[in-house]
């Protein structure tokens, strides 16, 4: 099957009223990834060679977003939304090119499993022109039945239109498909429109198949493979199955989830083996995290990468471009971005590095800053190897401490510190003996002024 070309065609022209939202629904993200990209990548993983995007509901943003997540796709506008077969041949072009396979799709069944889609394409590959693709809710009302006879697909019956004996059927159209592209524009096109609605219907060219005597068969997917998302109560089951999903695979990758059910990831997060993650752990996109390492509770991490036996939080947070290096140590309640903690550097708690380097074994003080930004624009500051910040200094970019340079605690740097110099850059302390008692009296006095002339 490996030489087979395969063409996922993707339905996304719905307008997902039921989502209350101005975005299309297949925008709504799962894992901080567009439910639709999920979709794709399923098909990508079952070997699709192309794309094409049905859309029609906000077009002009799903191509914005296609472009982002897969450029390589076509995007064909559903003027009309006259059925789902209507939906298909929008794609026309793409369809007419001569791929071996079809696989029909739809942009709202994020959690789709790869799996299903290549024994869909397996049964095309061993001479079926159409295998649908079904799966066994716990209840299944509602859903269309998969009617078979000796071992093949003869129709899909609507629950309405199915006979007692048919409703007891557990085996449902889960709405996707596998087509053979040689036969697919044909079926396709002979799909009619006479029923309630007047609409053109996908599932039609089961019937329409089996009277040209070609072998229509039916797979089998997952009940949560096959779950489409109308509503956000929904998507947030879907997420729920996803880091589900996700958090299994983590561990038995290797890496230790203290409380599984307290973290989330993202759907690109790389997490290394014997990684340690306490509770309440968030990882947003680009999170890349070699092995050894301890993410401890309470930590918001995305666009990061961390090298190996680093040690992280509680409560710390790396924007995108924080870079640590082996060893490396961000504690609590510190923020880095766009900054690179190199091999051994601490970075311990309440402080703010960004847009800066951290060399190898720095040290850096409690309540220390890089003041980045003017207003206006973003400089950068460069702390030397074996630096020493000490605590609340304020480091004013662009500004440089050289190698083993030390900063005394208190200090606002504007200017370069050379190697293994001492910088102080704070006032004076003076000490006026008996001022604290006078300050106090006074205060206490006026204090009370203000309080008889609010009773009069």
Known sequence: MSQRSCLSVILAAGEGTR???????????????????????????????????VIGHGAEEMRKAAQKFVPEAQTFVQEKRLGTAHAVLAAREAISKGYDDILVMFGDTPLIDAGALAAARQKLAGGAAVAVIGFRPPNPTGYGRLIEKAGHLIAIREEKDCSEEEKKIGFCNAGM???????????????????????????????????????????????????????????????????????????LAGVTLIAPETVYFSHDTEIGADTIVEPNVWFGPGVKIASGTKIHAFSHIEGA????????????????????????????????????????????????????????GANIGAGTITCNYDGFSKFFTDIGEGAFVGSNSSLVAPVAIGKGGYIASGSVITESVPDDALAFGRARQKTIPGKGKELRERFASAAAARKKAAAE
């Not at 060219?205 to 005597?213: P, S, T």
Request: glycine share 10%; proline share 3%; aromatic share 4%.
């Open 19 to 53: 989502m209350k939202s101005a975005m299309p629904k297949v925008l709504h993200a799962i894992a901080g990834l567009p439910m639709v990209a999920h979709v794709v990548k399923a098909a990508e993983a079952a070997g699709a060679t192309g794309v094409a995007l």
């Open 177 to 251: 498909m596998a087509v053979a592209g040689k036969h697919a524009l044909r079926l396709l096109d002979k799909v009619g429109n006479k029923n309630a609605k007047g609409e053109f219907y996908l599932t039609d060219i089961v019937e329409i198949a089996g009277a040209e005597g070609l072998d229509v068969v039916a797979t089998e997917a997952g009940f949560e493979s096959a779950l489409g998302i109308n509503n956000r109560a929904e998507l947030a089951e879907a997420e729920a199955i996803w880091q589900a999903r996700r958090r299994r695979e983590a561990m």
């Open 305 to 360: 990468t961390i090298a190996s036996n680093c040690d992280v939080g509680p409560f710390a947070r790396l924007r995108p471009g924080a870079d640590l290096k082996p060893k490396a140590k961000v504690g609590n309640f510190c923020e880095v971005k766009q900054a690179t903690i190199e091999e051994g550097a601490k970075v311990n708690h309440l402080t703010y590095i960004g847009d800066a380097r951290v060399g190898a």
